[in-house]
T-cell receptor, first 116, second 116 residues
Framework: KQEVTQIPAALSVPEGENLVLNCSFTDSAIYNLQWFRQDPGKGLTSLLLIQSSQREQTSGRLNASLDKSSGRSTLYIAASQPGDSATYLCAVRPGMGAGNNRKLIWGLGTSLAVNP | GAGVSQSPSNKVTEKGKDVELRCDPISGHTALYWYRQSLGQGLEFLIYFQGNSAPDKSGLPSDRFSAERTGGSVSTLTIQRTQQEDSAVYLC??????????????FGPGTRLLVL
């Protein structure tokens, strides 16, 4: 059974720091891995999607890496800002093929606070 | 353009009553997903609709839960004889049918359900 774990559960940093959020999964047979951001009272926003054949994806100050064999992904946030404060969720899509099963397995998230 | 919308945004009901939650996906998205997020728990997959294919109902927690998608667009999640443990945020997401970044899921703001 696929399980997704995120460490740390909470993180508080001063503005400007570079930081790393970790995600691990128990079964390396994944089709893709996604990072989302959740703001209080709002839905989730997709940040990055990494296919199983890819090593990393970048968007602005965000960089996500994937090491499928070791069951790990990291989300790197450069030069953090107070507006980055949110909960960051990692989700994996199990399976080796494109298939029709798009069920995502989710971690519990890392709650990030960036202090001015 | 318009994102995923959900209604109502908040719902308070009494134990034993039925509730209906509505989701309007992004126009052109053929895939629609329902998730549940309970306090202190990760997102839990409930059901997935893809075009005219039979929905993946494997995440529905009991036969009190059902969902339908009319005309390949709007979806309704129905919970019959609600229980206190049904209290959660119910999130809807939609995506294109393609693979890769096309399967990025776009989330609505959620419906907060409280069963008294």
């Amino acid at each position: 059974k696929q399980e997704v774990t995120q460490i740390p559960a909470a993180l508080s940093v001063p503005e400007g720091e570079n930081l790393v959020l970790n995600c691990s999964f128990t079964d390396s047979a994944i089709y893709n891995l996604q990072w989302f951001r959740q703001d209080p009272g709002k839905g989730l926003t997709s940040l990055l999607l990494i296919q199983s054949s890819q090593r990393e994806q970048t968007s602005g100050r965000l960089n996500a890496s994937l090491d499928k064999s070791s069951g790990r992904s990291t989300l790197y946030i450069a030069a953090s800002q107070p507006g980055d404060s949110a909960t960051y969720l990692c989700a994996v899509r199990p399976g080796m093929g494109a298939g029709n099963n798009r069920k995502l397995i989710w971690g519990l998230g890392t709650s990030l606070a960036v202090n001015p | 353009g318009a994102g995923v919308s959900q209604s109502p945004s908040n719902k308070v009901t009494e134990k034993g009553k039925d509730v209906e939650l509505r989701c309007d996906p992004i126009s052109g998205h053929t895939a629609l997903y329902w998730y549940r997020q309970s306090l202190g728990q990760g997102l839990e997959f409930l059901i997935y609709f893809q075009g005219n294919s039979a929905p993946d109902k494997s995440g529905l927690p009991s036969d009190r839960f059902s969902a339908e998608r009319t005309g390949g667009s709007v979806s309704t999640l129905t919970i019959q004889r609600t229980q206190q443990e049904d209290s959660a945020v119910y999130l809807c997401a939609s995506s294109y049918q393609g693979t890769g970044v096309q399967e990025t899921q776009y989330f609505g703001p959620g419906t907060r359900l409280l069963v008294l």
